[in-house]
Each structure stands twice: as C-alpha cells, then as structure tokens.
Nanobody, 128 residues
C-alpha cells in the first residue's frame, strides 16, 4: 500500500503558472511509477503525465506537453507538475497516482485503471 497526497491547487488567472506536488509514502513507493491525471466537472478522468521510478523520460499527453512539465524528486518520492500559461479549460481536480513496476525505466501506463494508489485530488481553477 502506498499513501498518496497532492497539494498546490489554487485559483489563478489565465496565463498564470502553478506547481502541484505529490508525495508518496509506503513500502513500494520508491519502486512505483507516478502519474498525474485530471478530471474536469462532468468529464472523464484524463491522463496528464507520468514518470517511471527511475525519474527519467516523463510521458505526456500530447496536447499538454508544451505547457506542462512533469518531474520527480526520487529522494523524497515526490512528483511535481509545473503548469504554465494556464487556460480556463485546465480547470479540474488534479490527481496523483502510483503503480508498482518491476523495472525502474518501465514505461508507465496512460490508463487510469492500471494505477492502484490515488490521492484525494487538488483543485485547480483558472478564471478571470
């Protein structure tokens, strides 16, 4: 079991930047891929980015990779999401999730159903 907790959500204006953090703790936290998903009101949860437990080669959803950056600080099992040039359509609850993987560089999945451990989410609101 891995405990996951997100933080950093806020209400911002279009064009602003925001950084979300996710901490994971537990026996297998250091050998788990970590990912960000988001869910807007009335919509399905969608993949944002993920990083294997090696901390290298993040995987992004294509339409966000020019504005969002996913990074991992392995010493503290912490995942970050740097969001720049925020738009109203980025408004959503952002969730962090983890999935144990056998290999440190194993490509993490994009499918939310493959992640076992989830945080409660942190709300990001982008509005003028």
């Amino acid at each position: 079991q891995v405990n996951v907790a997100e933080s950093g959500g806020d209400s911002v204006q279009p064009g602003d930047s925001l950084r979300l953090s996710c901490g994971a703790s537990g026996r297998t936290a250091s050998s788990s891929a970590m990912a960000w998903f988001r869910q807007a009101s009335g919509k399905e949860r969608e993949f944002v980015c993920a990083i294997p437990w090696s901390g290298t080669k993040p995987l992004y959803t294509d339409f966000l990779k020019d504005r969002f950056t996913c990074s991992r600080f392995n010493a503290r099992n912490t995942l970050y999401l740097q969001m720049n040039s925020l738009k109203p359509e980025d408004t959503a609850v952002y969730y962090c999730a983890t999935k144990w993987t056998k290999w440190p560089t194993e490509v993490p999945p994009r499918d939310a159903n493959e992640y076992r451990n989830w945080g409660q989410g942190t709300l990001v609101t982008v509005s003028s």
